[in-house]
């Protein structure tokens, strides 16, 4: 048994419940209570003690859309004579070039335990993610996995299938997902998990969709793909003549309950109201809508559709403190309404993101509760004014940054204590990537 005590707990729980003095009790991946630190230390005198003294002790973060594949764009020279001057430059220069240059099983290794060591850095315990690598696909997910699996985290992998690669490697990317879920044991399902990863409607025939929404309903699991990032795939859908991009995708029962539906900057509002009624979740990006300008969604109308909105990064940032910070900026600025932002944020990270989590591996996760999974961090903060569950959230917002967690656990293990990794020499692994990138940069 693990207890952690004397921190300033923010439970995150449905009340909002806000403990000063607080204690969190772990066994394995269970937390076992939360309580007074007086109370806890008294009933469990043998457990093995942290003190969060003058720190504050919250959930692990959920990253409801991630790219582990992306860390080796990082200062990548494109070599183009031109940089990319639209979104689907971005994509044609960058991501899908860099994508099909990724064939060494190093390639994916290295890009995905860094980016989930660095998310671990950052506070993050769970990631959904969303990989492509038609440089290699059979067996891509499996790399993935072992990564998640040496660190530690809770991770829910996917692979984007297209037909922007031709007809095989698009049959080649169905199958990498339907292997990965079938492979998956019972017993691993509470830290692993598996959704069907579709690229876009736009480098998706009707052929292909229709196979999708085939094999995930045979599969019973949800889709995770991205909609409406940009103006181009609005228009293909209307090309293809369908009304929008939701009516295309319904048309080939690509919205199963808690599907993911990626940025939807584009959507309109009867679109939000479709992806409402079928349960889906609508995850918001916003640093990287931002750097692709491709424009904002409009999250308020979303919202008053009943849709789930979560957080996500989509590759930008592994830190979603940072993430929240821009989610509760841009509804702001872009109606100059002062009043927006703040509240939607604080529901996607610390409400959807949760349920979404909870729902996909089957134990309660984002909350510090008796019952649910044991992933918590301590973060190295000293309120400067009262903090109470009232106002828990804009001490979050305002003074905390993935920098000052400076523990992480994961399903019951330290991953992270005092900013020191755990999991690996940290150093030695840091050149080794540095290694595989050059080599991957000159391949690219
Ligand atoms: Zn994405």
Not at 243 to 263: C, K, M, S, V
Not at 377 to 382: L, R, T
Not at 388 to 406: A, C, E, K, P, W
């Amino acid at each position: 048994m693990l207890l952690i005590h004397n921190g300033l707990v923010l439970t995150c729980n449905d009340k909002d419940q806000v403990i000063p003095g607080g204690a969190v009790l772990l066994k394995e991946d269970k937390i076992l209570a939360v309580g007074s630190s007086e109370e806890l230390s008294g009933r469990y005198p043998g457990a093995e003690k942290i003190d969060a003294r003058g720190r504050v002790v919250m959930p692990g973060l959920i990253n409801a859309h991630m790219h582990l594949y992306s860390t080796f764009a990082r200062g990548m020279d494109l070599k183009t004579s031109e940089p990319p001057a639209d979104f689907l430059e971005i994509l044609e220069k960058l991501w899908w070039r860099l994508d099909n240059s990724l064939v060494e099983p190093k390639d994916i290794y290295y890009s995905a335990l860094y980016a989930i060591i660095e998310g671990i850095q950052n506070g993050t315990t769970t990631i959904f993610d969303h990989h492509a690598s038609f440089g290699l696909i059979d067996g891509s997910l499996d790399i993935i996995q072992e990564a998640a699996l040496r660190a530690g985290i809770r991770a829910s992998l996917c692979f984007e299938s297209s037909d922007r690669h031709g007809k095989e490697a698009s049959r080649a990317a169905l199958e990498e997902n339907v292997n990965f879920i079938e492979d998956i044991k019972p017993e691993e399902k509470s830290y692993l998990q598996g959704m069907f990863g579709l690229h876009a409607s736009f480098t998706l025939e009707d052929s292909t969709l229709k196979e999708i929404g085939r094999l995930a309903a045979a599969l019973e699991v949800p889709c995770h793909l991205h909609v409406a990032e940009g103006r181009a795939d609005v228009r293909d859908s209307q090309r293809r003549g369908y009304e929008n991009i939701g009516e295309r995708l319904d048309r080939f029962d690509i919205w199963q309950p808690d599907t993911l539906a990626i940025h939807g900057v584009h959507l309109s509002r009867e679109e939000y109201r479709m992806l409402a009624d079928r349960d889906c979740l609508l995850v918001n990006n916003p640093e990287s809508n931002m750097s692709n300008a491709v424009g904002a969604a409009d999250l308020p109308a979303a919202a008053e559709t009943g849709l789930a909105l979560a957080l996500g990064t989509d590759g930008y940032t592994t830190d979603m403190f940072e993430s929240l910070k821009v989610a509760a900026l841009l509804p702001a600025h872009q109606a100059e309404d002062p009043r927006l932002g703040g509240e939607l944020a604080r529901q996607m990270l610390f409400e959807t993101n949760g349920k979404l989590a909870s729902r996909a591996f089957g134990k309660k996760l984002g909350s510090l509760e008796a019952g649910a999974g044991a992933d918590v961090i301590i973060v190295d903060y000293q309120a400067p004014t009262p903090l109470t569950s009232d106002n828990y959230f804009y001490h979050i917002l305002m003074g905390m940054s993935g920098s000052r967690v400076d523990t992480t656990i994961a399903r019951g293990e330290l991953l992270m204590e005092n900013r020191e990794v755990k999991i690996l020499d940290h150093g030695k692994f840091t050149e080794e990537c540095q290694r595989q990138a050059e080599s991957f940069w000159q391949r690219f």
